[in-house]
């Protein structure tokens, strides 16, 4: 039994919840009765995180067994057909997605992770296939298109893009950050938004300079009253976390730190410092070998407001794989 640690930059005690294919936690829903556990999903990540657990096949009244099934092109649009009857389960699935869409506990979803390739769950390579059998083109699974359709801004990747250390990254920061903000919405008041967004600020920036700065015009003035203002805010939040980050980007807010320091610093440790920063922009070190050296400084040098920022911590650290 994996033991939840109520664990997050912001140091509040409520985990995020991350919706998640069910045979991906090792449940046997497969179409062969089997289950496809992801190690990083089941034993790392949900040490962190709630999980809301779906499958649309058995959600539909499948069973499990049953035969394999894949997507096709029709006159009337894409179809789920079983590969050895040729049933036709479109109808039968998409009531089961519309379903699950509109769960009223998806609302506190603040992202998923899908299980790759399926004609239900997969996000970019679910295979569609003509009458003779022939692979057409590649896209999201039947499922995945209405989550998306749904909650055009909510962080989705598979298991095995979560491989890759900067999708995982980005994935992560926009689902803790979701999280974060959603406590913010739970006791809203103007002190508790703009405090959020001084503490997200370099965060918010990795991702997106022209959105940071609107955010922060947005938040100077409350005239609108708040609630006006959050929905507003939560919405460009969620837009700009949406753009990856990318060394360039992590480049211009480490110097932007760095700057914090520059008075602080002899000229040898300034140095050494811009060093390990160009490192990381050239590809020689990781991102947390600049980010631990600020973070060192910052309490160090007792600078409350570097110290905050979320962007040097954006989830639990055990999760840098």
Do not use: W
């Not at 409350?222 to 460009?236: F, H, L, N, Q, S």
């Not at 060192?296 to 055990?318: A, G, I, R």
């Amino acid at each position: 039994m994996v033991q939840k640690r109520a664990c997050c930059a912001s140091g509040k005690h409520t985990l995020p919840r991350i919706g998640v294919s069910s045979c991906l936690l090792g449940n046997n829903v497969r179409y062969d009765r089997g289950h496809c556990r992801s190690k990083f999903i089941v034993e790392d990540l949900g040490s962190y995180v709630d999980f809301h657990v779906v499958c649309p096949e058995v959600e539909s009244g499948m069973s499990s067994p049953r035969e394999t099934m894949s997507l096709h092109e029709s006159p009337d649009g894409t179809r789920l057909l079983g590969n050895h009857t040729g049933n036709d389960y479109t109808e039968q699935l998409d009531k089961a997605v519309q379903r699950l869409v509109a769960d009223p506990r998806m609302l506190g979803i603040h992202g998923f992770v899908v299980k790759a390739k399926s004609p239900s769950c997969g996000l970019n390579r679910a295979t569609f296939t003509d009458a003779r059998g022939v692979t057409k083109r590649s896209s999201a699974g039947l499922f995945t298109q209405a989550l998306k359709a749904a909650y055009p801004h909510m962080p989705i990747e598979t298991e095995g893009r979560l491989n890759d250390a900067n999708l995982r990254y980005d994935f992560l920061t926009r689902v803790f950050a979701q999280s974060r903000l959603q406590q913010v919405e739970n006791n809203l008041s103007a002190a508790s938004l703009i405090e959020y967004h001084t503490q997200n600020k370099t965060l918010i920036r990795s991702h997106h300079e022209t959105l940071y700065r609107e955010l922060g015009r947005l938040i100077a003035d409350m005239t609108p009253g708040v609630d006006a203002v959050y929905d507003e805010y939560k919405a460009m939040h969620a837009e700009a976390l949406s753009y990856s980050s990318t060394s360039r980007k992590h480049h211009n807010v480490l110097m932007h730190l760095y700057g914090y320091f520059k008075k602080c610093l002899s000229e040898s440790a300034k140095s050494d410092l811009r060093d390990v920063i160009d490192k990381y922009r050239e590809g020689i070190v990781p991102l947390s070998v600049p980010v631990m050296m600020i973070r060192h400084l910052s309490k160090h040098f007792e600078d409350l407001y570097v110290e905050h920022q979320t962007y040097l911590q954006p989830f639990p650290v055990e999760l840098i794989k």
